[in-house]
Structure formats: structure tokens, C-alpha cells
Nanobody, 123 residues
Framework: VQLQASGGGLVQAGGSLRLSCAASGGTFSSYVLGWFRQGPGKEREFVAGISRSGGSPSYADAVKGRFTISRDSAKNTVYLQMNSLKPEDTAVYYC?????????????????WGQGTQVTVSS
């Protein structure tokens, strides 16, 4: 499956962005989907994930209550709605798909990755 992420940009603290990740070339419902991010000088970290059925989303503690992950099977797209953004949310955000694994916070469990989209939050 190929993943194409979009929607990043520059936003002031407290603002919102919605990231999108369009999937093609595979059976969308077969994949667990996740969002990860990598800030300057940091390791890639889990942000949010959603199961094949769309239920039981999971979030990193740092974004819980501010970010919402969702998936639209009709559009083969996964979204990340980001509200109340903070400067520490600044990072390159990646979408990822796992063909066989259950929902996981570990990047190594994901088989396919999008190209990343930059999110910059100014103070």
C-alpha cells in the first residue's frame, strides 16, 4: 500500500490542523493505521493509532484529549485532528500502516510509511 500524507503547516500555539493520509494500492480495511512524529534531534514516537474496524483508538499521553484519529473507508483516508497545539508538537508527522500486527505504539510493527508532513507550532 502507498501512503500520502498532507495537511501540515505553520500554526500558532492554541491553533488547530488536520492531517490527512490517503492510502492506495491495498485493501484499506486490512490495515491498522497510525500516526507518528519525529521532532528535531528526537526519535520517532507514536502519536495515535486506530484499529482495522475503526474502534478503540489509542493515543500517546502527550496528545490525549487534544488529538483525534479517525478513518474513512469510503475515501481510504486516515485523519489526525490536532487541536490546542503546543510548540512541543512541532515535528514531522508520518502516517503508517500495519498489515498483520495489532494496534501498536512501536514503529517496527508498521510495514508501510508515508513521506511525512511538517507541523510547526509557533509560540
Amino acid at each position: 500500500v502507498q501512503l500520502q500524507a498532507s495537511g501540515g503547516g505553520l500554526v500558532q500555539a492554541g491553533g488547530s490542523l488536520r492531517l490527512s493520509c490517503a492510502a492506495s494500492g491495498g485493501t484499506f480495511s486490512s490495515y491498522v493505521l497510525g500516526w507518528f512524529r519525529q521532532g528535531p534531534g528526537k526519535e520517532r514516537e507514536f502519536v495515535a493509532g486506530i484499529s482495522r474496524s475503526g474502534g478503540s483508538p489509542s493515543y500517546a499521553d502527550a496528545v490525549k484529549g487534544r488529538f483525534t484519529i479517525s478513518r474513512d473507508s469510503a475515501k481510504n483516508t486516515v485523519y489526525l485532528q490536532m487541536n490546542s497545539l503546543k510548540p512541543e508538537d512541532t515535528a514531522v508527522y508520518y502516517c503508517a500502516a500495519a498489515r498483520f500486527s495489532a494496534l501498536s505504539t512501536m514503529p517496527t510493527r508498521y510495514d508501510y510509511w508515508g513521506q511525512g508532513t511538517q507541523v510547526t507550532v509557533s509560540s
